[in-house]
């Protein structure tokens, strides 16, 4: 699943909690109030992998880690309560959101064989393929995040929205992705990801009037709200 990650996320009193490999194999969420505190362990984390962390409430959160061969949801409330998540440990980057209904969504990259799917699932209940991939996402590329809008009739828990980047397209591209309705999903452009259009040279220009792009730029989607 590549390397061992943490997540943080502020409560609205405040507090700050951080969800970290803690060097042992395990997970630990720690809790700053007016100092950080020793950590607690996360029911099952067995594989010094913790991933993403959001807030569930004002003093709530949800958290996946990874736990023997699959991911484990948790939510916390002073205290942890967990399941296992049947996502499987070839399901790269899981990110989460909690919807105004209660429900949890997550989407993930997931690699078999050659090609590389994203996929979105809903309590882990309902998983769709939102797209499948040509085998050219690497694992510093299987960038995305997931944001969950207000429950209309094609999503009764709440609209996800999805930001990724798409390196099917030449040079790649950054999409917005967004559930109409089961295994149906819009997908627009948001910019390319790479500046394809550069001038290209080996060394800064030397000389007074000599230019030319001696770098590129590269967009990567950060977030979404």
Do not use: K
Not at 37 to 63: C, E, F, H, I, N
Not at 171 to 199: F, K, M, P, Y
Not at 207 to 214: F, I, K, P, S, Y
């Amino acid at each position: 699943m590549g390397p061992a990650r943490g997540a943080i996320a502020v409560t609205r009193d405040a507090t700050v909690f951080v969800l970290l490999d803690n060097g042992g194999g395990n997970v630990n969420l720690y809790r700053h109030a007016l100092g950080w505190d020793t950590g607690t362990p996360a029911p099952g984390a067995s594989t010094a992998w913790a991933d993403t962390l959001r807030l569930a409430g004002d003093t709530t959160l949800d958290a996946l880690w990874g736990a023997s061969a699959t991911l484990a949801y948790g939510h916390y409330d002073a205290g942890w309560s967990s399941q296992g998540w049947g996502l499987g440990l070839t399901s790269h980057r899981p990110v989460i959101a909690r919807t105004i209904t209660g429900a949890v969504q997550a989407a993930y990259w997931r690699q078999d064989s050659v090609d590389w799917s994203f996929l979105w699932t809903e309590d882990d209940t309902v998983t769709e393929q939102v797209f499948l991939d040509d085998g050219t996402v690497s694992w510093a590329e299987a960038l995305h995040d997931l944001a969950v809008g207000p429950p209309d009739t094609a999503n009764p828990n709440g609209r996800p929205h999805l930001v990724v980047l798409r390196e099917s397209t030449p040079g790649g591209s950054i999409r917005w992705l967004t559930r109409d309705g089961v295994s149906t999903w819009t997908e627009q452009t948001i910019a390319n990801a790479a500046n394809t259009g550069a001038e290209w040279c080996a060394t800064l220009p030397s000389a007074l009037g000599e230019t030319c792009d001696a770098d590129y730029h590269e967009l990567i989607p950060l977030g979404v709200v």
